[in-house]
C-alpha cells in the first residue's frame, strides 16, 4: 500500500519508518526542510536507539522517502496519517490543533481518488469530525474517510513499542476504512496484536485516558514515596508490594521527581480541559497535573536541603537532563524546573546528559555543560542524579568522591543503594527511601 506520513517528528519518522519495513511504500512530508534535507542525506534529526538502521535500510531499498511537498505525498497515498504535534496552547492549557488543522486543509487541496485519513497525533474528542468537516467543506466531491489511529509508543523504546504493540486502536464506522487499517497493520495482526474496533470519539478519548492513568499512576507512587519518608518506609518494596497484584501491576509505580516529556504534562491538561469543557470535571486528573507540577520544583527544593539549605554560591553537578533515559527529548524535562529552582536559589549549575545537552543548552541560561559524569563532578558541592541513564548505573563512585568538593550526593531515581552509598561515604538522599543503613 502507499502511505504518507504528514509529520516527520518522533511519531511520523518511526511510524514511517516501520511501515516501510512491513513492506507499505511511504512517503514522509515535513514543512520543516532542514529535517527532510538531512533525512534525504541519511541523518537522523532525533536520537531514538535503531532508529538510524531502519531508517537508512528502509530508504535505500526505495520504500521510505522524504519530501516537503504535503501535496504531492497526499496525492501519491491511499492512506494518509496526521503525525504533527499537538502542544498545549499557550495560555489555556488545550491542545493546540492549529498544525492538525493546517494538515487538513493541505489533505483537501491534494486529495485524489478514495483516501483513508488518519489522525495519529494525539487529538481531543471531536477533533477527527472537525478534520473531516474541514475536508468536506473544501471538496464536497473528495471520496475519503476519516479514522482516528492515535499511537502509544515512548520514546527510547519506539521501534520496539511500534512493532510490538499491546493493542491497536482504530477508530472508525466505515467499513472499507475498516478493511483498509487492517491491511496497514497486517503483519501485527498476523502477529497476534490485538486489532481494536471502536468510534472515533472513542478512540480518541482512549489516547487521553491512557496517558492520564499512567500519570496518576506515576503520581500515586511519587505520593506515597512522600509517605514513605515521612514515616520511614521503603517506596520500592511497597511499589513491588502492590505491584505484585496482576490487579495493580508492576509497571509505572518508579518514584521519581515527577513525570515530564513532550506527552504526559500535555496531555493530562488537554484532559483537564476537555472534561472542564463538557461540566464533566476530573478531579484526579486536575489532582495529578497540580500534585505533578508542585513535585518538580519541589525536587529542587530537596536538593537545596541536602546541601544544608543554602546553595548560594555553591556548584551543583546535575546528571541527565532529558526526561527519561535513550532520549534527547527536553520537552517539559523536571531537570529544567529543579536547575531553575537551584539557580533562583543562587546556585552554579555543571550538567551532564549522554544525548540532551544540545537541546538543553538551547533553553538553559547560565549552565556548565560538562563531558562526562567526572567532569560535571569536578569541584562541585552536590550531585544530584535527575536522569536514571544507564551510564550512571555503574559510576565510580569513589572517583564520583574524590571529585566532587563535599560527597553530598542526591539520587532523583533511585539508582543507587542507601547502605553501600553511605559505607563510601556519602550523604546519600534518594526517593521514598530510609537514609539509614537499613536502606537498599
Ligand atoms: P514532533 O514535534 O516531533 O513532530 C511533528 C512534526 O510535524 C515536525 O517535524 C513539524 O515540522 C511537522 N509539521 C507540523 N505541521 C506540519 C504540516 N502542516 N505539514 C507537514 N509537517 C508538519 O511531534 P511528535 O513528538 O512526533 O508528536 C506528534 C503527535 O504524536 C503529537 O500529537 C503527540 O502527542 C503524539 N504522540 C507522540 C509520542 C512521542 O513519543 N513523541 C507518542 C505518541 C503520540
Ligand atoms: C508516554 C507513554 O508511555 C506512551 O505510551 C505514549 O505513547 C507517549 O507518552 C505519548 O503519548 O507521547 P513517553 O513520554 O515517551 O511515553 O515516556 P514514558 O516512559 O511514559 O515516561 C514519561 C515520564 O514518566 C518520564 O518523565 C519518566 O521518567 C516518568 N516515569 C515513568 C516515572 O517517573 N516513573 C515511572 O515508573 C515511569
Redesign the pocket.
Known sequence: MKLAL???????LVSGACFAEFGHTVIC????QS?VDALERGEIP?FEPGLEHIVTHNAASGRLSFTTD?KAAVRSADVVFI????PSRRGDGHADLS?VH??AR?IAEALEGYTIVVT????PVGTGDEVERIIREARPDAEFAVVSN??????GA?IEDFKHPDRIVIGTDDEQARAVMTEVYRPLFLNQSPLLFVERRTAELIKYAANGFLAMKITFINEMADLCEAVGANVQEVARGIGLDNRIGSKFLNAGPGYG???FP??TLALVKTAQDHDSPSRLMEATVSINDNRKRSMGRKVIAACGGDVRGKTIAVLGLAFKPNTD?MRDAPSIAIIQTLQDGGANIRAYDPEGMKAAAMMMENVTFAEDAYDAAKGADALVIVTEWEAFRALDLSRIKSTLKSPVLVDLRNIYRANEMEKLGFAYSSIGRPKSSQGK
Do not use: H, M, N, Q
Open positions: 504528514i509529520g516527520a517528528g518522533y511519531v511520523g512530508a515535513d514543512l520543516d529535517k532525533i504535503v503525525a504533527v504535534g499537538t498544525y493546517a494538515a493541505t495519529k497525533s494525539t487529538v492515535p499511537e502509544f509508543l515512548r520514546e519506539a516529556g513532550s506527552c500535555k496531555d527529548d
